[in-house]
């Protein structure tokens, strides 16, 4: 039982290029959710997924998109990757929305 | 959107309780409240949860006062290893309100 598995852990992109942050969770959790970390600040929600099929914007979600391609998998894209988005990315899961969220190692993002 | 506040950082030293307070003064009737830990370089992880009165589990307390604008997490008798970031969650249970928002975090440093 992995968890909450994120991949790649790390990545270093140049401005415009695009890429996919993957993310799958093992618990048969219905809500998936997707957040960055910027140095010395707290975590903030970019999109949020609340079941199979269905997703939602949250705090910061200009310059991203996601896709819940089934109930185990969340994937969230960055079109044209800008310095602004470097950040450290988490994936979180939880049973329904609200319940204890489990988080994912993380995935440390640069954008040169 | 429930938002929170905490103080930024708190000091203590090994054996002592901590209690750290989160305030949201705009919680919602269905919201719940959590509170997650973080470690450098590694996703938060779930301490406790509650919705109103006290809570108690193996490794905290948490108590809230009957309006529901603050609660108190309380940590007894701290070691080093507790030195983290102490996150306060506001958010709705069972889909209600899906786009959660975690407080800027208390940096609480534990001292030997």
């Known amino acids: 039982n992995a968890g909450v598995t994120q991949t790649p852990k790390f990545q270093v992109l140049k401005t415009g290029q695009s890429m996919t942050l993957q993310c799958a969770q093992d618990m048969n959790h219905n809500s998936m959710y997707w957040y960055r970390q910027d140095p010395g600040m707290g975590l903030r929600l970019i999109y949020y997924s609340a079941s199979e099929g269905t997703t939602d914007k949250g705090e910061v979600p200009n310059g991203y998109n996601v896709s819940r391609l089934n109930k185990r998998e969340f994937s969230l894209r960055l079109e044209s990757a800008a310095p602004s988005q470097t950040s450290v990315y988490f994936c979180a899961s939880s049973g329904t929305s609200g319940d204890t969220q489990y988080f994912g190692p993380g995935t440390r993002l640069t954008v040169l | 959107l429930a938002k929170t506040t905490q103080p930024i950082s708190m000091d203590s030293y090994e054996g002592q309780e901590v209690n750290i307070t989160c305030s949201h003064n705009?919680?919602?009737?269905?919201?719940?409240i959590t509170w997650y830990q973080q470690f450098p370089s590694q996703g938060p992880r779930f301490i406790i949860q509650?919705?109103?009165t006290k809570v108690t589990n193996e490794v905290a307390s948490l108590f809230i006062p009957a309006d529901r604008k603050s609660s108190t997490l309380s940590l007894p008798r701290v070691s080093l290893s507790d030195t983290a970031v102490y996150y306060c969650l506001v958010g709705g249970y069972g889909g209600a309100t899906n786009k959660l928002i975690f407080g800027t975090g208390t940096l609480l440093a534990v001292q030997p």
């Open positions: 509650g919705y109103k």
């Open positions: 705009n919680i919602a009737t269905n919201d719940y």
